[in-house]
């Protein structure tokens, strides 16, 4: 990639005088700039900005490598020259970042359209003639009920747009509208809120609630859910090349591809069928969890998905509803010290059908939870997984290189365009997934076995290597005094706080008699202790049905 001609290069006083002027290409370095901010890379005290070849960059005597750091950019994105992991960050920050000056923009337009209609500037009062303040009161209502109605559940009244719902009690409701008067019969101006409020017609549900198909919807009940945002965007005839995205959710699925296939595949078809499975993603930075979140979000709708690194606090704590009404959970950054502590809690959340909502200014309540939950982790042993778990997928990607820079572009472009998430999302809804189970269908991947041998009990593991060790034995015995000499080793030699293990002969013999493990019989031997017998052809069966 060319570096930027020096005569072109601003200085930082230079540039903020620069950035002033209205041309397109300056008002796209300004979010730029932003958005490296919010990405958290924002630049230091030596950096120097220019053009060259209409494009824009940024760059560094020195930087965050022992090379310097360019940014380019145009009006579809950033070109970063590194290895991929800087330039994603910052490009999602940055189209975040126009969405929501765009969103902007809109809200603004349409204020301005309202103020013409509802509120004339005072110097074309004498000329316009369809304000608010010339409706009939028919008419107002008409017009307001489109986005608003009353819930006769909890008396409450409700705003939405298709993507904001906005609760008011009956007093915000007289704060917020009273300004809104219409034209009575006799030519002068009334309180539109105040008559809206006891009419006995006005837009009434008995209920409001969050219902995705197939879940059925009760009747006269308002459904805050409004489908998936890419259903926005129409099917093209031709056919469209949606492969980056598809094959880097390939990659990503590891040796379970046709499983997480299916996983996604009943998420976007029956978002209402909560599954019970969350799938748990191990990797070093930089492998793509991230990208493969952004792919599932595209399709589905950021309203309905939350990627959070605080489960305390975003599902948990005093303030969650932020967790209300999403399809698609993950929790980030889990470490194994995370999980362990708050393991219940956890699970209880991957399988329940309903959480407690904690809404700021609300009594608490029970919502539905019809989150499909992921868990990604940069951690070696992210989980507790105990011996009878069902409920999750372990999948190591370890041996994944690092998306090189090409690779994220290619993905970043894709999503850009809606007509490739589109296709993605036709081809998800084509799968067959009517003799799916997500719990029964789950493949035994190492990974899995690796963690729960972790979780799993000293005392079972010892035994099981015990009985692994003697495989070519047809019967052994031994006394529980020996057996626990065995054990005391066992624990100096593969567990670091082996030493300080709380244990005695007497808890380890009667451990091991509770594990019914096929083929193992024990006697009060002659005044020896306990002995134990292995018939060990049945205590190996008995080890491989366990050891999974």
């Not at 929501?100 to 004498?126: C, H, N």
């Not at 972790?454 to 099981?464: G, H, K, P, S, V």
Request: glycine share 4%; proline share 2%.
């Amino acid at each position: 990639m060319a570096t930027p001609n020096q005569n072109t290069v601003l200085t930082k006083e230079e540039f903020e005088l620069k950035i002033l002027d209205t041309s397109w290409n300056k008002k796209e370095m300004c979010l730029g700039l932003k958005a490296a901010s919010m990405a958290n890379h924002e630049p230091d005290e030596s950096w120097a900005c220019g053009t060259f070849g209409g494009w824009w960059a940024i760059y560094y005597p020195e930087s965050f490598t022992e090379n310097k750091i360019l940014w380019y950019w145009d009006k579809t994105g950033f070109d970063v020259d590194d290895e991929g992991d800087l330039e994603f960050e910052v490009n999602k920050a940055w189209k975040n970042l126009k969405k929501r000056i765009m969103l902007v923009e809109k809200s603004k337009k349409k204020e301005a359209a309202k103020k013409q209609t509802i509120e004339p500037k005072k110097e074309d009062t004498a000329t316009v003639v369809t304000t608010w303040k010339d409706l009939s009161y028919h008419e107002l209502k008409k017009n307001f009920e489109e986005t608003r109605f009353k819930c006769e559940d909890n008396g409450l009244y409700y705003q939405h747009d298709g993507t904001k719902i906005i609760k008011r009690t009956e007093s915000r409701m007289r704060s917020d509208f009273r300004q809104y008067k219409f034209k009575s019969l006799n030519g002068s101006k009334k309180s539109f809120i105040e008559l809206w409020i006891n009419d006995e017609d006005l837009r009434v549900f008995k209920s409001v609630g969050f219902y995705p198909q197939p879940t059925p919807l009760p009747d006269r009940c308002f459904n805050l859910w409004m489908g998936f945002d890419i259903e926005n965007t129409q099917s093209l005839i031709d056919a469209v090349d949606f492969s980056v995205l598809l094959n880097h959710i390939h990659r990503i699925a590891g040796d379970c591809v046709d499983y997480v296939d299916r996983w996604i595949a009943m998420l976007l078809q029956k978002p209402g069928l909560k599954q019970t499975v969350s799938l748990l993603f191990k990797s070093k930075s930089g492998r793509g969890k991230d990208v493969f979140y952004s792919i599932l979000e595209a399709m589905i709708g950021e309203q309905h998905c939350l990627n959070t690194n605080d489960f305390e606090r975003d599902i948990l704590g005093h303030f969650n509803s932020i967790a209300e009404n999403k399809i698609l959970i993950v929790l980030n950054e889990m470490s194994y010290a995370k999980a362990n502590r708050l393991s219940d809690k956890i699970k209880d959340f991957f399988t329940n059908t309903t959480f407690t909502v904690n809404g700021k200014g609300d009594n608490q309540y029970k919502a539905p939870n019809y989150s499909h939950c992921m868990v990604f982790s940069n951690e070696e042993w992210p989980w507790k997984k105990t011996e009878d778990d069902r409920r999750s997928l372990g999948i190591d990607l370890t041996s994944l290189n690092k998306l090189t820079n090409d690779q994220y572009q290619a993905i970043t472009r894709s999503l850009m365009d809606k007509n490739r998430v589109r296709a993605l999302y036709d081809y998800y809804m084509k799968i067959d997934i009517s003799q799916f189970d997500s719990e029964n269908d789950r493949p035994l991947t190492e990974f899995d076995r690796h963690m729960k041998i972790l979780n799993r009990a000293r005392e079972l593991q010892f035994i099981m290597d015990f009985i692994e060790d003697r495989k070519h034995q047809d019967h052994f015995e031994i006394s529980n005094t020996d057996l626990y000499d065995d054990f005391r080793g066992y624990l100096l030699m593969y567990y670091s706080d082996g030493k300080d293990y709380n244990h005695h002969a007497r808890s380890l013999s009667t451990k091991i008699k509770n594990y019914h493990i096929d083929g193992l019989s024990y006697d009060k031997g002659n005044g020896n202790g306990v002995m134990f017998y292995f018939e060990m052809k049945q205590c190996l069966e008995w080890v491989k049905i366990n050891d999974v």
